[in-house]
């Protein structure tokens, strides 16, 4: 069997990786005690944290052409309804969770009501929830992206991305959208669609970085995963397939990095610089284990990350879930009132580490909790697709 035919385990392992990373970049046991490289950049800059959640959406990308080519991307009645039913049910599962956290943080100060007027108190505010978050913008994405490869004529695809990031450009430039500042195109059209009691509020700031323009260059980085993919799975063998990653990381690292001088790399806008670096970095990582795990087969070292993914975003759900519970359960221990994550993090871990490395301490127990549903389901041949 030729090895483009055959699975890549490595896509597995970096899937998993993005998702481990996001489980720990989202759970400190502190805020205020995170180090740099986990901590999101403030405007424009470049993190580990911040890195993540666009190398996931890259490699949606990459799924979305192994999954739409079994089809022959062919769009029928079945299909479209299947692609609408998947984003209606992450757009809600994100849309729940966000409730969820609003629920549990109302609870406790209804606590005199009976457990059915307190979920109706909690169902009162519904329409004050963010609505945008990152299994929205996922949802968001898959469904236009997914429609986009299916009715359009694919070999113009780059021509599509290029377009869709230059309108972009032209639209942070003219509307000051690289300025951070509640006035500037990015927040008005979120404060217009989605109002600003449903936004993000962002040190003081309510500005959605998974909000309404910043989506489009988002949908561009799916395509720029599918396009890699078609042209590395119609590779023969897998040093073609290093060497097609290897060639546009170069390219679309050096096309970001001298872009950065007019477009300054940044999450929160999903600038286009940010998605040409992040995606050569995708390229390169991608490029890095197939050689280790599909050539070398190195795959003790990593197999570890394949668990997480195969049943990534069900696990990301879960993490979500668990973060929240940690966040809002309250403890009572000598008299002061603790959600159970400032108990691990203060009281436990802060018993014999300092804060930084309690915090960082408390944030990877949340991921082996979650490794450890993970491994349980990938042992029992369990995969939920969500």
Known sequence: ?????????????????????????????????????????????????????????????????????????????????KILKRTLIIFAIGLLIAWFSGFLALYKYFNWLPFHERMVESLSCIDQIRIMGILQRLAICYLFSSLIILCFDRKYLPVLIVQILLFYFFILYLGDGFEQKNNNIIAKVDRMILGEERMYLDNGMYFEPEGILSTFPAIAQVLIGFCIAKQIFAANVNVDKIKILIKYGIIFSIIGFILSFICPINKKI?????????????????????????????????????????????????????????????????????????????????????????????????????????????????????
């Open 1 to 81: 069997m030729s090895d483009n035919h055959q699975r890549l385990v490595s896509l597995d392992v970096l899937r998993g990786m993005t998702i481990a990373g996001m489980i720990l970049v989202n759970n400190p046991g502190s805020p205020n005690a995170i180090y740099p490289l986990l901590r999101h950049a403030k405007w424009n800059g470049l993190t580990f944290a911040d890195l993540i959640f666009p190398l996931f959406m890259f490699i949606m990308g990459v799924s979305t052409y192994i999954s739409l080519n079994k089809l022959d991307f062919k769009l029928n009645k079945i299909l479209l309804i």
């Open 270 to 386: 999903w600038s286009p610089s940010f998605v040409l670096v992040t995606c050569a970095i995708g390229c390169v990582l991608f490029a890095l284990l197939i050689w280790l795990i599909d050539i070398k087969k190195y795959k003790n070292a990593v197999h570890c990350f394949i668990p997480f993914g195969m049943n990534s975003l069900f696990i990301f759900v879960i993490a979500g879930i668990i973060s929240i519970i940690t966040r809002r359960m309250t403890l009572v221990y000598h008299s002061d009132s603790l959600s159970l994550r400032q108990f691990l993090y203060s009281k436990v871990l802060g018993q014999y580490f300092g804060n930084y490395p309690s915090s960082f301490i408390y944030a990877l127990f949340i991921v082996v909790i979650c490794w450890l549903i993970a491994f349980i389901l990938y042992k029992k041949h369990f995969f939920i697709t969500i």
